[in-house]
Structures are given as structure tokens and as C-alpha cells.
């Protein structure tokens, strides 16, 4: 039984902030300056099965390295937008390459710069420490803090409401 508490089955794609949804909010810098993301393996999964099983996913993320890309894109995700001052007109264009409409979009974020695009789709969720202004607009709020399973929390249920979780050999496998 899913815990998100709107129609799952008009879902077809999802969309990601990286920095405190897919990495925790606190990031360690190297000693040159540049910051060193952790990533959650069971996030990695289930984006990757998703990816599988054709749902749409984008990140979309201020960051400026090219270890996010390599990270997501490795795993099947082939729209990786980094540097993103405003995210609102990317999202826009993605959903449109897409052949999407907002309502069969979910976009989790965590603070400031999430707030169009997450009052823009259809579902927006945020991890369980996003900003106040973030979870006030959410229609699902994970139990779990950014970098600990948000994706995982969201792809799962979407997917099991779906019945795509676990129905192929895909599910076995990386």
C-alpha cells in the first residue's frame, strides 16, 4: 500500500535535485576545494530499474561537477542537467522533449530552488529535513532524509502501485 496519497498509476517519469535529495544536505569538501558527494546504493537500484522498465528520469541540479553526471548516467539516466540557476525552464523543456504533462511527473527537492518546479507537476515530494517552504508545498514527505533513500522510497511505491516492482527477471539484477 503506498504511503503517497495521489493517483500513482498517471506517473510515467520523476525528476531529482541531487544535493540533500539524492546526497545528504552536508557535503564534505576535498582539500582542493571541490565537494565530495556520498550517493545511497539502494537509491542507485531503484533508479536504475526504473530506467529499466522505461519510466522517464531527469536530474536536475546546480552542482557543477562532472562526478554527478558520471554517476547517474552510469546507472541509465540520460538527462543530467548540472549547473541549473533556474530550474523551472529546464523542467519545462524536459517534460516537452518528453511528450510528458506535468500531472505524470514527480519531482522530490529539498529547499529554495525546487519550489516552482515542485508546485508545477503533478506530485511533488520532499525528504523528511527539506526547508519548511519545501515541505509545505509537498504532497508527500518522505520518512527519510535526503541521501538516505528518497528516490528509493518514491520509485518503490510508484512502481509496486504499477505492478513493475519486483515482476521480471530486471528486478535481479544490475
Not at 529499466?52 to 553526471?69: C, M, P, Q, S, W
Amino acid at each position: 500500500m503506498s504511503r503517497i496519497n495521489n493517483n500513482l498509476q498517471a506517473v510515467k517519469a520523476f525528476v531529482f535535485d541531487v544535493d540533500g535529495v539524492l546526497s545528504p544536505s552536508t557535503i564534505p569538501m576535498l582539500p582542493d576545494g571541490t565537494p565530495s558527494r556520498m550517493v545511497n546504493i539502494k537509491d542507485g537500484y531503484a533508479l536504475q530499474l526504473a530506467c529499466k522498465h522505461n519510466y522517464k528520469i531527469a536530474i536536475i541540479t546546480g552542482a557543477d561537477t562532472e562526478a554527478v553526471r558520471h554517476r547517474y548516467t552510469k546507472l541509465g539516466i540520460k538527462d543530467v542537467y548540472l549547473k541549473a540557476a533556474m530550474k523551472l525552464p529546464l523542467l519545462k523543456q524536459w517534460i516537452e522533449e518528453n511528450s510528458l504533462t506535468p500531472d505524470e511527473v514527480i519531482y522530490c527537492g529539498d529547499d529554495i530552488p525546487d519550489y516552482e518546479c515542485m508546485d508545477y507537476v503533478g506530485i511533488a515530494v520532499a525528504p523528511a529535513d527539506a526547508a519548511d517552504e519545501i515541505k509545505n508545498i509537498a504532497d508527500y514527505i518522505s520518512p527519510v532524509n535526503g541521501g538516505y533513500g528518497v528516490a528509493r522510497d518514491i520509485i518503490e511505491q510508484v512502481m509496486k502501485a504499477q505492478r513493475q516492482w519486483m515482476n521480471t527477471e530486471k528486478a535481479f539484477g544490475w
